[in-house]
C-alpha cells in the first residue's frame, strides 16, 4: 500500500505571495490532517478534513486554509505568505474514525525570503 | 498553553543501555497517548500507544509506562540501538465533541542519540 505522498517536497516563496500545497492519503482513509513544524515547537495542529468537509481546526489565521476532494486528497493554501510561515508543513491521513494513529507524509519543506 | 510537555530536548545514550524520554501532560481530559519518532526529511511513524485505563504497554524493546495521577508518561527502549537515533514525539489524544473527531496534541519532541 502507498503511503502518505506530499508535493513539493521544498518550496521557496517570497513574502506576500501565495502557496498551494498538496497531500494524496492512504488508499482507503477519509481524513486528512495539516500539522506545522517549526524548530522549537513540534508538530502545530492547522486543520483536519473528512469527507470534504473541515471537522477540525486549530488556532491559525485565516491566512491558512485548505479543503478535501472527493478522492479524499488535500490542499493546504497559505496566502500573504510571512517570513514566520517557514516551516515543514506535515500532512496525515488516518481512517477518520475512532482513534487510530496517524500516518504522516514527508512534509514540504517551505521557505519565505 | 503548552498541554503536552517534553521538558527535555535532547538525550544521549550509550547503545546497548536503556533510553527513557519523558512527557507530561497537563490536561486531565488525555484518555489515549502515542509516541512517534521521527528521522530527519522523513515524516513522523507510529510507535507506540497506551490508552489511559492501562499503565503500561509493550512491543518489543518499547514499553510506555503511564502514570495517571501524575499525568506523566515515559517511553522506555532497551536496548538502545544507533538506529534508534530520532526525535521522539509523545501525543495526547482529546475527544472533540463539536467535531465529531478525536485531535491530537503533540509535544516538541526530544532528539535521542544512540551513541555506539
Known amino acids: 500500500k502507498a503511503g502518505v505522498t506530499q508535493t513539493p517536497r521544498y518550496l521557496i516563496k517570497t513574502r506576500g505571495q501565495q502557496v498551494t500545497l498538496s497531500c494524496s492519503p492512504i488508499s482507503g482513509h477519509r481524513s486528512v490532517s495539516w500539522y506545522q513544524q517549526t524548530p522549537g515547537q513540534g508538530l502545530q495542529f492547522l486543520f483536519e478534513?473528512?469527507?470534504?468537509?473541515?471537522?477540525n481546526k486549530g488556532n491559525f489565521p485565516g491566512r491558512f486554509s485548505g479543503r478535501q476532494f472527493s478522492n479524499s486528497r488535500s490542499e493546504m493554501n497559505v496566502s500573504t505568505l510571512e517570513l514566520g510561515d517557514s516551516a515543514l508543513y506535515l500532512c496525515a491521513s488516518s481512517l477518520g474514525q475512532g482513534i487510530a494513529p496517524l500516518h504522516f507524509g514527508n512534509g514540504t519543506r517551505l521557505t519565505v525570503t | 498553553d503548552q498541554q503536552v510537555k517534553q521538558n527535555s530536548p535532547s538525550l544521549s545514550v550509550q547503545e546497548g543501555r536503556i533510553s527513557i524520554l519523558n512527557c507530561d501532560y497537563t490536561?486531565?481530559?488525555?484518555?489515549?497517548f502515542l509516541w512517534y519518532k521521527k528521522y530527519p526529511a522523513e515524516g513522523p511513524t507510529f510507535l507506540i500507544s497506551i490508552s489511559s485505563i492501562k499503565d503500561k504497554n509493550e512491543d518489543g524493546r518499547f514499553t510506555v509506562f503511564l502514570n495517571k495521577s501524575a499525568k506523566h508518561l515515559s517511553l522506555h527502549i532497551v536496548p538502545s540501538q544507533p538506529g534508534d537515533s530520532a526525535v521522539y514525539f509523545c501525543?495526547?489524544?482529546?475527544?472533540?465533541?463539536?467535531?465529531?473527531?478525536?485531535?491530537?496534541?503533540f509535544g516538541k519532541g526530544t532528539k535521542l542519540s544512540v551513541i555506539p
Open positions: 490536561n486531565s481530559m488525555f484518555d489515549y
Open positions: 501525543a495526547a489524544v482529546t475527544y472533540k465533541s463539536g467535531a465529531g473527531s478525536y485531535q491530537l496534541t
Open positions: 478534513y473528512f469527507s470534504e468537509t473541515q471537522r
